[in-house]
């Protein structure tokens, strides 16, 4: 899960701002959509991040509002988030909304915490639960190889595969 922490209020200018905001922070006066939609952009983000279903920001030690990430995207310098902000009865809105930050005093403003609420079932279909990308090391694999066994062999698969999306003719 990503943690952002917010600073106060800051007025910015959109003629030079990328994403053509007139401010970001945090607004004790601003809607959660408001508050999304000032802050989902212009993060440093590695390739860790992708990996994310949830965001949280905190301002002063309490979180103030949770994302579901549905991608994240490139901006002209950094990334931005793209998903809604939750809302009470979402398991994660009511686990750390207006409670204490999981992540304090660290210097950058972006942090992952390890939840239980990020598990989801492995894709494979065995039933077990991954915290981060769609399935557990090498059931990947398994749920290839299960599939290629429903048409027969590996070469069998390949020419079933390469029949029913042959290649486009070249210009």
């Known amino acids: 899960m990503l943690h952002f922490t917010l600073g106060p209020r800051r007025e910015l200018d959109p003629a030079v701002d990328e994403m053509e905001r007139t401010w970001n922070g945090y607004d004790p006066q601003?809607?959660?959509?408001?508050l999304y939609d000032v802050n989902r952009s212009c993060w440093v983000l590695g390739r860790r991040a992708d990996r994310e279903s949830y965001?949280?920001?905190?301002?002063?030690?309490?979180?103030?509002?949770?994302?579901?990430?549905?991608?994240?995207?490139?901006?002209?310098?950094r990334r931005a988030l793209t998903g809604h902000p939750l809302a009470p009865g979402h398991p994660?809105?009511?686990q750390y909304v207006g409670r204490d930050a999981p992540i304090k005093g660290q210097r950058n403003p972006v942090g992952y915490i390890t939840s239980p609420l990020d598990e989801r079932l492995c894709e494979c279909g065995?039933?077990?639960?991954?915290?981060?990308?769609?399935f557990l090391p090498g059931h990947d694999q398994k749920a290839i190889h299960e599939r290629i066994s429903?048409?027969?062999t590996v070469k069998q698969f390949i020419d079933w595969f390469d029949e029913t999306y042959p290649k486009p003719a070249l210009a």
Do not use: M, N
Not at 126 to 134: F, L, S
């Open 30 to 34: 601003a809607s959660p959509q408001a």
């Open 55 to 77: 965001a949280l920001f905190s301002h002063d030690g309490k979180v103030v509002f949770a994302v579901e990430i549905d991608e994240i995207i490139p901006t002209p310098t």
């Open 92 to 94: 994660v809105y009511d």
């Open 126 to 134: 065995c039933g077990k639960a991954v915290g981060r990308g769609d």
């Open 150 to 152: 429903k048409v027969g």
